[in-house]
């Protein structure tokens, strides 16, 4: 006989014995208790912002003058490289260990070539860094400016294009890394 099925019946041997015996081996085990308690989420929201008027960016020649949205006619006409701002207050509700998280702007339709943004969040009481806030914001009334741009690189294409500015929605995204 080789040693390769000598080999080989030795193995199967072995695991015939070693499967006989699993139905007998035995493991000890114990169970315990561990107190429960209560697990609470915490939670973010934003009150209905109250907005002020628009005007235009600092860097503008006309800085701080009102931009009445309305167009041709009705009011104000942007060119571009204008940005308009608006400042917006809310009150944060920002629960939770370790929050954090940030503010964006939106619209519920298409505005291009225009673009609009968060460009800046304040709170009177606990500053907030990078535009990001905090548990410690929580309950405050925070300042969000917001800006709507009309690129400069906008061609003859844009001319007298016009979009509907009105809801503008702000979203409190909570963020954790």
């Known amino acids: ?31 315990g208790s561990v107190a429960g308690g209560t697990i609470t989420a915490g939670s973010l929201a934003l009150t209905t912002p109250s907005c002020g ?15 009445t949205p309305g167009g041709t006619g009705n009011g104000s006409l942007l060119v571009p490289g204008d940005v308009v701002s608006e400042t917006c207050t809310t009150t944060l509700t920002a629960t939770g260990e370790h929050m954090r998280g940030t503010i964006v702007a939106s619209t519920p339709s298409d505005i291009t070539p225009f673009t609009v943004s968060v460009s800046s969040i304040t709170d009177a009481v606990t500053p907030i860094s990078g535009g990001v806030f905090t548990e410690a914001n929580n309950g405050h009334q925070l300042s969000v400016t917001i800006s709507v741009t009309l690129p400069s690189s906008s061609d003859n294409s844009t001319i007298a294009n016009q979009k509907t500015l009105d809801a503008i929605a702000l979203t409190a995204t909570q963020a954790h890394s």
């Open 1 to 31: 006989m080789r040693k390769s099925t000598k080999g080989a019946l030795a193995a199967g041997g072995a695991a015939v014995l070693l499967l006989g015996g699993a139905g007998s081996l035995a493991y000890w085990t114990a169970s």
């Open 53 to 67: 008027s628009w005007t235009y960016d600092t860097k503008e020649a006309t800085a701080g003058a009102t931009f």
